[in-house]
């Protein structure tokens, strides 16, 4: 009898084990989920479609290249000049101003090589004044995402080249 409920005991033990790692993963796939909300939206301006399809972006930023895309939508103009939390120092960052136009894009240190200056001043300086100008400066950040994607895609892509010996 005292052997049964030493193996009773030691099962319950061992389910209460469980249980509580299993506890403990829902939380921190929740508040992983928290963390990883696409876009700090304070205007309320993107629709839930919108809010979706950058998500779909984050998302595939985070598996495929290991780095978080950080979004920020205002009212009100960023700093000048504006530096990123420590924290966010390796990720992309999207600052936007729909009123005053006013566009802020930052690039971790290794894919500022991979992406290269041309490119990443033209995400800066050009790509959302017609976007702005119609005022569908949502569309304007999902066409920055997918052409960085396209653009990260390409540069972390193998090389298909048949190497040969000199």
């Given at each position: 009898?005292q052997?049964?409920?030493?193996?009773?005991?030691?099962?319950?033990?061992?389910?209460?084990?469980?249980?509580?790692?299993?506890?403990?993963?829902?939380?921190?796939?929740?508040?992983?989920?928290?963390?990883?909300?696409?876009?700090?939206?304070?205007?309320?301006?993107?629709?839930?479609?919108?809010?979706?399809?950058?998500?779909?972006?984050?998302?595939?930023?985070?598996?495929?290249?290991?780095?978080?895309?950080?979004?920020?939508?205002?009212?009100?103009?960023?700093?000048?000049p504006?530096?990123?939390?420590?924290?966010?120092?390796?990720?992309?960052?999207?600052?936007?101003c729909?009123?005053?136009?006013?566009?802020?894009?930052?690039?971790?240190?290794?894919?500022?090589?991979?992406?290269?200056?041309?490119?990443?001043?033209?995400?800066r300086?050009?790509?959302?004044?017609?976007?702005?100008?119609r005022?569908?400066?949502?569309?304007?950040?999902?066409?920055?995402?997918?052409?960085?994607?396209?653009?990260?895609?390409?540069?972390?892509?193998?090389?298909?080249?048949?190497?040969?010996?000199?």
């Amino acid at each position: 009898m005292q052997r049964f409920f030493r193996i009773l005991i030691i099962g319950l033990l061992f389910c209460a084990v469980i249980w509580g790692f299993w506890m403990n993963n829902e939380r921190q796939m929740e508040r992983l989920r928290k963390e990883s909300i696409p876009a700090l939206d304070s205007t309320g301006l993107l629709r839930e479609e919108e809010q979706q399809r950058l998500a779909q972006y984050v998302e595939r930023f985070r598996k495929n290249y290991g780095l978080a895309i950080v979004i920020s939508i205002r009212d009100q103009p960023f700093p000048s000049p504006f530096l990123l939390p420590d924290e966010r120092a390796g990720s992309f960052f999207f600052g936007l101003c729909p009123p005053d136009q006013q566009v802020l894009f930052e690039v971790p240190p290794l894919a500022e090589h991979l992406l290269g200056q041309p490119f990443i001043s033209y995400l800066r300086h050009e790509h959302f004044r017609p976007y702005f100008a119609r005022g569908n400066w949502p569309e304007g950040l999902a066409s920055a995402l997918s052409m960085l994607a396209e653009r990260m895609d390409k540069a972390v892509a193998p090389d298909n080249r048949k190497h040969t010996e000199p």
